[in-house]
């Protein structure tokens, strides 16, 4: 049997209502795997949760600001075989426009829940052995853009704790991985699309020798890093970006 598939496995994935994070849901099932997602807009949700296949998924509405919803989650959550953390918002701010409060709003959501989901999970025992950790980070963690302060640095911080997670639990057989990606059509390239010129956006574009992404080439890579495919794989980060930083075109 290929080692590339999920049967028996559980996983949770946050960010499920739209984008990359509603692909990777479905991909999971698509390939044998069970899941349990959540994210805050229940209605979407549901539109996600009605085109899962498979009969043992479950939908859980939270918002993992609010610390009684996240505690209810982890309290509800069965035993986990993977995680994929794919809630996340694009904000960007010149750095003379700046505030704690903007510092907070992109932190709490891009790193601090994150890092709050784990440790409770962690702590009541949720993660089975060998399971497999992947979190959504971006080109903009190495590569950072105009306006990218806060963006750029939340992603730097989670492929550090991808990193740390690694470190401390390879003795369960636990791995912990990071995706890259760059720009992919989701709901935020559509906002990008409204906000900026077509010609500014059709020059960047054109910068792609493979084209910008698509929500499905985000999810195969991260069903790879949940499979036992990528056994021997922790502790890194998988660029994926059409041919984008080779800087050719």
Known sequence: MTPFHLHNKTILVTGASSGIGRQIALSICEMGGNVVITARDKKRLEETFKNLKGKNNSSITADLLNQNDLSALVNHIPMLDGIVHCAGIVKPFPVKFLSEEKIQETFQTNYNIQVILMAQITRQKKINKNASIVFLSSISATHPHKGGALYSASKA?????????????????????????????????????????????????????????????????????????????????????????????
Not at 179 to 199: F, Q, R
């Open 157 to 249: 911080a989670i492929e550090s704790l991808s990193k740390v997670i690694a470190l401390e639990f390879y003795p369960q057989g636990i791995r912990s991985n990071c995706l890259s990606p760059a720009m992919v059509k989701t709901p935020m390239y559509d906002y990008a699309e409204k906000g900026a010129s077509k010609e500014t956006l059709d020059e960047h574009v054109n910068k792609y020798p493979l084209g910008i992404g698509s929500p499905a080439d985000v999810a195969n890579a991260a069903v790879f890093l949940l499979s036992d495919a990528s056994k021997w794989i922790t502790g890194i980060t998988i660029t994926l970006d059409g041919g984008f930083l080779l800087g050719g075109i």
